[in-house]
């Protein structure tokens, strides 16, 4: 009964009340394998949540992508809903078909209340998707100096490295030296080199980024300045 599924994702607290009572499956899927439980999340409607867990929605159920009510939650922000899916017992470090997790979506969103509550409940910060990337390479990458030193307070392994070899500080070291800086601060070696032969002063120099050559070449003569 997809009716359930589209009242979820429209808010219609009605609906839901009236579908259920006439027997319909909580845990129904649609075609692209969502539940009711999985819109309501995605849509930040806690009080619909709140209900369909008292039905007896699977709060780990996931869809045709490998994602779950709470990865929707956390991709869109919504931090009440999200505290009470853990409440439930959501599986925190659950990964999608691309082997992102909760924790990852919310980082790549710039969801930094969410990342902290999810860090909280103990979701793993050293998680790394099917390319091997973590959260906190994927925040070096896209320069997010705010992110990534939030995913620093949770002590990562900040000299892991990709399935390519890539760490942290190699994906930062073309944008922001802010960012460059803390990585180092952090412990992230300067020197590492990729199954290519690259390291982060070489792509540094590559982009023609200065500032950034200037900041990696400081580190590895042992400056943490940040």
Known sequence: MEDLVMAALSGDDAAIERLLKAGADVNHADGNGWTALMGAAG?????????????????????????TALMRAAEGGHLAVVDRLLLAKA??????????????RAAESRRDDVVDHLLKAGANVDHADGRGKTALMRAALGGDGAMVERLLKANPDVNRADGNGWTA???AAAGDVAVIGRLIAAGAVVDHTTHDGLTALMRASAAGHGDAVARLEVGRLGGKRS
């Open 91 to 104: 599986t925190v470090d659950h990964a999608d078909g691309k082997g992102k997790t909760a924790l990852m």
């Open 43 to 67: 849509r930040d409607h806690l009080d619909m949540v709140d209900r369909l867990l008292g039905a007896g929605a699977d709060v780990n159920r996931a869809d045709s992508k490998g994602m």
């Open 169 to 171: 500080l190699i994906c």
